[in-house]
């Protein structure tokens, strides 16, 4: 991809100042870059969730020998940098939207695959002993206004009804019983899928877990050329190539439009910003009785993501600005440093510790996209969780790698299976960003 945003977001040498980081512990050994002409059965282009699930299940379950071919290091991108909310999500349209150009069917399916996600994450963590710092059970959402509340009495007879399954609805008096008081809570309700974790921990637990059942992880190796050799890929890196007989496209956000044609002006990151405070007394946790421990967002415009973590540190999240210059990381560390105080009123001199960004990657149709390429046999992708990519990718990697070694242990949504489209102008693409950013912003001033 032209990069769409400033240099700083792509440069390995910037200190990402991320909480995650700073408390994810080592980082997974043996990731030697790529030196000389190597082979493989499957090259898989990038080390994050997708990658890294993907490796493990072509090792572990098709008996494929694997590498991963990682820019920096696991979990270095969008994988280690987000909020740690194991959830629903992965497309950008909501279930009912689905529903509507789909089908309830098909909406279902999607449903009964988020679930599905979920419990995969939850699986893996509990089979492998995986140190992921697993913290509650579901999520909490926030309704800041009346109406707000009075919507998600819709909401959870959708997931009723499409879904199968029951949301609490919450009281103003339920939710401070459970969550936490504050002056805009007024109720909200309890989903009772999901869980938080520390996603750089994550990551580099899956990449060991990938390393023991016999992948072979390359970091400090961008891939810089690809060429087809007598029916093989030949992926060109700085240290040498490695030569594949199939290859999976795992980049998401970070995903260069030049890499191939197949995702060239098909994709759209957008920056993302989280704030972590530094741990809160428990005289300060008493001041708004927190009391959740379940990973939580609000119903605002400016949609913001939360959870106290186990050393009683507040993370928020939301957007991240438009242009990833430093300045503007400032201007929206900022933003959720007022939304803490305005949603925190007790908080709003606790002092920010870390402050950092990711992309999130988005298609544009909206949906995930997981298949191989249709005019390139043995080339294949798994793209563009629209910001829930913790569970979905982790999922979409197995399923990938199902398609990849012949083994289709996933039933995709008929949502995942369509080709990747491409923006209809792709030098226009951000304006998607500026147009959704600039109403929700307006909306969100005006206390909507």
């Not at 790529?34 to 699930?53: K, Q, R």
């Not at 040498?240 to 044609?261: M, Q, W, Y």
């Not at 959870?307 to 990381?329: E, F, I, W």
Request: hydrophobic fraction near 40%; charged fraction near 20%.
């Amino acid at each position: 991809m032209a990069q769409l945003f400033h240099p700083v977001m792509y440069d390995p040498a910037t200190p990402l100042q991320s909480h995650w980081e700073a408390s994810g512990g080592d980082m997974v050994s043996g990731c030697e870059p790529v030196a000389g002409d190597l082979e493989c059965d499957v090259a898989i282009i990038g080390g994050g969730f997708t990658g890294l699930s993907a490796a493990l299940h072509l090792v572990r379950d098709g008996g494929l020998s694997v590498r991963v071919l990682e820019a920096v290091a696991p979990g270095w991108g969008a994988s280690g940098r987000n909020g740690g909310h194991c959830c629903f999500g992965g497309a950008g349209l909501d279930a009912p939207t689905i529903a509507k150009e789909f089908g309830e069917d098909v909406a279902r399916h999607n449903i009964a695959t988020q679930r599905e996600a979920i419990e995969l994450v939850r699986d893996l963590a509990a089979t492998n002993d995986l140190d992921i710092d697993m913290q509650g059970n579901g999520s909490l959402c926030v309704a800041h206004t009346t109406k707000a509340r009075a919507e998600l009495d819709d909401t959870a007879a959708m997931w009723k009804r499409l879904g199968g399954f029951d949301c609490e609805l919450l009281s103003r008096e339920a939710f401070c019983e459970r969550g936490f008081t504050a002056p805009h809570v007024h109720g909200g309700m309890d989903f009772p899928f999901g869980f938080g974790l520390h996603p750089l921990k994550y990551a580099r637990e899956l990449a060991r877990l990938a390393q023991r059942h016999g992948a072979v992880i390359h970091g400090k190796s961008m891939v810089t050329g690809w060429q087809r050799e007598n029916g093989r890929h030949r992926l060109t890196t700085a240290g040498g190539s490695v030569r594949a007989g199939k290859v999976l496209i795992a980049t998401n956000g970070f995903t260069r439009d030049e890499l191939h044609p197949a995702v060239d002006g098909a994709l759209l990151p957008a920056i993302s910003e989280i704030v972590a405070t530094r741990p809160l007394t428990p005289d300060e946790l008493e001041a708004h009785r927190w009391r959740a421990q379940a990973p939580l967002y609000d119903t605002r415009p400016m949609f913001a993501y939360f959870r106290l973590l186990p050393d009683n540190r507040l993370h928020m999240g939301g957007a991240g600005g438009m242009t990833g210059t430093p300045a503007s990381k400032e201007r929206w560390k900022s933003f959720l440093t007022q939304r803490i105080a305005t949603m925190f009123p007790e908080w709003r001199n606790v002092e920010i510790e870390y402050c950092w960004r990711g992309l999130l990657c988005q298609s544009a149709d909206r949906l995930t996209h997981v298949g191989e390429v249709a005019d390139d046999p043995g080339v294949y992708y798994s793209l563009a969780y629209h910001g829930n990519g913790v569970a979905m990718a982790t999922w979409s990697g197995r399923a990938v790698a199902g398609l990849i070694s012949g083994r289709g242990n996933a039933n995709l949504p008929a949502t995942m299976t369509r080709p990747l489209p491409r923006f209809p102008i792709p030098a226009l693409r951000k304006m998607r960003i500026y147009k959704r950013y600039g109403w929700r912003f307006i909306q969100d001033k005006l206390g909507m």
